[in-house]
């Protein structure tokens, strides 16, 4: 019997916030990497960082071409509201490094502080996320379910990590749940995105890129029995 080609693994760049972001995209990697090959920088940057990267740096500039993805991961403070019409014109202009069809963009965005998706990993909640004395509870009650817990810290943030699959359901429920504050969907459009960034809601969507890498690992795994 002639063995079944493969689908090369999509390709993904990712372009994170801070430390904390980076040991998780780290977890990802490793973890699903027979699903999708990841790269990203050495150097935290988002926005800006990623379209510099990809219009001066001939590495990236070379590799457009066969990018199937570049995700954001990143915190959504009161201070970005204000940035998403300039965010959005350098999302689409990513896009548009790949013809037929469109490098993906995905925004794995958590309000406030990264600490709420981590806690989400262990419990649902959605509490307000407004202040730095929100934020430091939030970093408190974290450490409550993992002891040693620092950002950027590659033990613990894997630790929490491996508990995705409680993630993603959680994550899922947040979503559903604010339809009834005015989600304009659950899919992930450029109208949802803008409201949730521009919100002062508390939210994340990272569960969605992860629930993505499952959805590939499982196919991955279909093709090779």
């Known amino acids: ?40 920088p050495a150097s935290t940057g988002l926005f800006s960082f990623a379209e510099s990267k990809f219009s001066k ?8 071409e066969v990018t199937d993805e570049i995700w954001f991961f990143f915190d959504v403070e009161e201070s970005d509201h204000g940035k998403w019409n300039d965010r959005l014109k350098i999302i689409q202009n990513l896009r548009r490094l790949r013809k037929k069809p469109n490098i993906r963009v ?3 965005m958590t309000t406030a502080c990264v600490e709420y998706w981590f806690m989400l990993h262990y419990q649902m909640m959605a509490p ?9 509870r939030m970093r408190h009650l974290l450490e409550s379910k993992v002891p040693g817990y620092e950002k ?6 894997t630790q929490i990590a491996q508990q995705y699959p409680t993630a993603i359901r959680n994550g899922r429920k947040v979503l559903e ?6 989600l304009p969907a659950l899919e992930d459009t450029d109208e949802r995105n803008q409201w949730l960034h521009q919100s002062s809601k508390t939210f994340t969507t990272v569960h969605e890129a992860v629930s993505y890498l499952e959805e590939l690992l499982s196919v991955r795994a279909a093709e090779n029995s």
């Open 1 to 40: 019997m002639a063995r079944k080609l493969q689908k090369a693994k999509p390709l993904i760049y990712i372009f994170c916030e801070g430390e904390s972001e980076q040991a998780y995209a780290a977890f990802l990697k490793e973890h699903f990497s027979d699903a999708a090959s990841f790269k990203f």
């Open 57 to 64: 740096d001939a590495r990236y500039r070379n590799s457009a």
């Open 106 to 108: 995905r925004l794995l």
């Open 128 to 136: 307000a996320l407004t202040t730095v004395a929100d934020k430091e």
């Open 152 to 157: 950027g810290d590659k033990r613990t943030t």
């Open 177 to 182: 749940n604010l339809q009834g504050e005015g």
